[in-house]
């Protein structure tokens, strides 16, 4: 370093934050991981949980990574792949993971982003100064067969994530995707689903007539066929 040179910074600052827009496409990617070079591309056509956190031999961390392991057949099931991400190092992120199975017996079967540069955190917005100026906040971003994002969560460092959500957000959207319908609250699959709100008086009057569960005209539900 030159005399009078500031030494270069690691941290992030406000401006250089860039938040993903739902329904637009996700921002594209080449990262080094834990089982090679992957790209977002290299997810067309099955959907994806692209998921942050901030360090690797930290005890929220190593908590979430075993839940996510053990979710991770369901996901499969839905056509869903798992994609974790930290600035760590890919040889800390391998000691990691063997260190996890070592002590706890659960192998983490998905790839880790090993992004050093944060590249790919700052494309999804995942590092948040007020947070931390060097860690990603804990996202989880929904990327479906089309690379559109179709749902993104943010938490912060101090609260692990709740598994049975990201599976009920998954089986949402791609109920909505099937019947063309949307989800009421608390929603889980084989409840009733809310059916789209009319856009005439002429609809209105005769969605009363369709045998829906109505509170009104604006607010009918249905069931959908067992299994769907």
């Known amino acids: 370093m030159l005399v009078g040179e ?9 401006e250089e934050i860039g ?22 591309s290299d997810y067309k056509g099955t959907w994806l949980v692209l998921f942050s956190h901030p360090a690797d031999f930290t005890p929220v961390c190593t908590t979430e990574f075993i839940a996510f392991s053990k979710i991770y057949n369901d996901l499969r099931k839905r056509n869903v792949e798992l994609l974790g991400l930290s600035v760590d190092s890919v040889t800390s992120h391998i000691a990691w993971i063997r260190n996890v199975e070592e002590k ?42 089309e690379s559109k994002i179709r749902a993104m ?30 989800t009421p609250a608390n929603w889980k699959p084989g409840e009733p689903v809310v059916v789209p ?16 569960t109505c509170k009104d005209w604006y607010l009918c539900t249905k069931k959908l066929p067992e299994g769907q």
């Open 6 to 14: 500031k030494p270069m910074s690691n941290e992030v600052k406000d």
């Open 19 to 40: 938040l993903p827009i739902l329904g637009k496409e996700a921002p594209d990617f080449e990262a080094v991981t834990t089982q090679g070079t992957l790209r977002l």
């Open 104 to 145: 706890t017996g659960v192998k983490i079967p998905f790839p880790i982003i090993a992004d050093l540069n944060k590249d790919v955190a700052k494309k999804y917005g995942m590092i948040h100064p007020e947070q931390s100026k060097t860690e990603t906040v804990r996202c989880v971003f929904v990327i479906d067969p």
């Open 153 to 182: 969560l943010y938490y912060p460092l101090t609260t692990g994530r709740n598994m049975s959500e990201i599976l009920r957000l998954i089986d949402a959207l791609q109920t909505t995707d099937k019947h063309k319908v949307a």
């Open 197 to 212: 709100p009319p856009a005439t008086a002429e609809q209105a009057e005769e969605r009363l007539k369709e045998g829906y």
